[in-house]
């Protein structure tokens, strides 16, 4: 299957849920922050793998609305990670020619990450290759509460009559306006649900799950899921 990997459609963006790196960590009787240190390198393999193949768009779930439920010490631990993690991302972005962006509510991040969040942004904002799109602080509920109350301040302001409201003036409020939504969707660690992921996004995205656990997963994971996808039909809601 993997030698025959240039016969098949590869899709133009891929969205991942990075799961399952806690259990990693607990199976190997290690402490779980070192789960989520060894998933950051599995995603620094993964960004170069999507780009070699031709994927153009990448977007992960790094840190969720929901993941400040989880206690302090690892919530710490996540985000003294995620500043290093932007440095080091940096120069895998630049080595590679990947655009990065992120989306989520920044506003409850410590003000030395969102300089970094955009520190990233603006220095690879020019790059040509593979866009990876880091969700942080991301929920789709959330995403879609902020985007109606934008809708909301715009109708009051005369800017945008209710009756010119459709789906694509919809989207254009969305976190991902300028994206578009993914062909396909990869979960690992077997869990069957999307985790308030990408909601309006993946209405017709075609859904992998893998039980291997984030830290374990690579380019030939990723092959077997885009061989799942080159076996599917996109219908779209019709009928071929």
Not at 8 to 22: T, Y
Not at 82 to 100: E, S
Not at 199 to 216: I, K, S
Request: aromatic content about 8%; overall charge neutral; charged content about 30%.
């Amino acid at each position: 299957m993997n030698d025959k990997i240039q016969d098949m459609v590869i899709p133009e963006h891929v969205a991942i849920i990075l799961d399952g790196n806690g259990r990693w960590a607990k199976k190997r009787g290690l402490p779980r922050s070192l789960g989520h240190k060894e998933g950051c390198v599995t995603l620094e393999k993964t960004v170069e793998d999507s780009a070699r193949l031709g994927i153009k768009y990448l977007t992960v779930y790094g840190f969720s609305t929901e993941n400040w439920k989880r206690s302090s010490d690892e919530v710490g631990a996540l985000m003294q990670l995620f500043r290093y993690y932007m440095v080091r991302l940096l120069k895998v972005a630049k080595a590679n020619n990947v655009r990065v962006s992120m989306i989520g509510d920044q506003q409850r991040f410590d003000r030395d990450i969102v300089e970094g969040i955009h520190k990233l942004e603006q220095e690879t904002k020019d790059n040509t290759g593979l866009t990876l799109v880091i969700a942080v602080n991301y929920g789709g509920r959330d995403e879609i509460v902020r985007a109606t109350r934008n809708i909301m301040k715009d109708v009051k302001e005369g800017n945008v009559l209710p009756e010119e409201m459709d789906e694509t003036m919809f989207q254009s409020y969305l976190d991902t306006a300028k994206i578009p939504d993914p062909d396909l969707l990869i979960r690992t660690s077997g869990e069957l649900r999307l985790s308030n992921y990408l909601l309006w996004q993946l209405a017709y995205t075609e859904l992998y799950v893998t039980d291997c656990y984030w830290p374990d997963f690579n380019i030939d994971e990723m092959k077997k899921a885009i061989a799942a996808y080159n076996s599917r039909e996109r219908r779209f809601g019709g009928v071929k």
